[in-house]
């Protein structure tokens, strides 16, 4: 039978991709965000494990190396009062190392800034 029952025991499904990959740029109209990351909560940083909500569907495959981007500081015109944010900055570099359908588990390789869960992630 297909089903689970009470008392059976369940083991995980070997990954069956490589983890031997050449790091190269991800492609380029390639743009998505960040899931959560492995044993932490909030931030992230260097040598930490994250989801991304991006996988082969959109092209993404091991060794594929992506930015994470911030939004600039917000601040007030002084002009006119209004709340403006600055320009994005790219905050690290993540490699994908798994690869699934619509997510991919990447390993941060640089962080220049904390990153957080739903930072962007796109082509580096």
Do not use: C
Not at 11 to 19: C, L, R, V
């Amino acid at each position: 039978s297909d089903m689970v029952d009470k008392g059976d025991y369940v083991f995980p499904k070997p990954y069956e991709g490589s983890y031997q990959f050449i790091p190269r740029p991800a492609p380029r109209d390639v743009s998505g965000r960040i899931l959560s990351v492995f044993g932490r909560i909030t931030m992230i940083g260097q040598h930490d494990a994250v989801a991304v909500d991006l996988g082969r569907k959109d092209g993404i495959e091991p060794g594929h190396v992506l930015g994470v981007y911030q939004a600039g500081m917000e601040y007030r015109d002084p002009r006119n009062g209004d709340n403006i944010t600055g320009y994005a900055r790219r905050a690290g570099i993540l490699i994908v190392y798994k690869s699934y359908d619509l997510i991919s588990h990447a390993v941060v390789m640089e962080a220049k800034y904390p990153l957080r869960v739903e930072d962007r992630v796109a082509n580096p």
